[in-house]
């Protein structure tokens, strides 16, 4: 609502030429408001990629569990470290972004936005090489389970 009614206002200051500065100075209002919007948007981002992130990986550990290799869950261990210390420095960044009103975050906008994509381009290299160790632990238990089961075949065979 306070958008739309900056550009209202936007428009009328730019239809009166006396009144051009006024107009300028309303166009970078609204510039810096859709700039700490963006920002909000992003950290909403953040906080769902999170989410989504997490519900990967308690999705790995059921399926390890469910196909009795719970065994492997040991396996998580470093990247649940990884993960756990990812988790508290997005933490400590949305605190700090939660405790300032919209005048500090626009003031500090380009501070805050690199250092939001900082944590998105480390949770996204996370999630890529989890996901990559998942699907190798996948191929070798196939491995595992093709060759017990060519061992199993052989001994009916022979029987």
Do not use: W
């Amino acid at each position: 609502m306070a958008l739309s009614l900056v550009e209202q206002v936007a428009s009328i200051a730019q239809a009166a030429p006396f009144i051009a500065p006024a107009a300028a100075l309303l166009s970078q209002i609204l510039e810096g408001y859709r700039s700490v919007k963006d920002l909000d948007d992003k950290r909403d981002g953040l906080c769902t990629f999170i989410s989504d992130l997490t519900g990967d990986i308690c999705a790995a550990v059921l399926r390890m569990e469910e196909t009795h290799h719970s065994d492997l869950v040991g396996r998580l261990k470093p990247d649940l470290e990884t993960y756990a210390a990812l988790i508290g420095k997005a933490s400590a960044f949305i605190a700090e972004f939660d405790k300032h009103g919209f005048f500090f975050r626009a003031v500090s906008r380009s501070q805050m936005d690199s250092k939001l994509t900082a944590l998105n381009e480390e949770l996204n290299s996370f999630g890529a090489r989890f996901r990559s160790n998942r699907l190798v632990d996948i191929a070798i238990n196939q491995n595992a389970s093709d060759r017990i089961l060519g061992e199993v075949h052989d001994i009916v065979l022979v029987s």
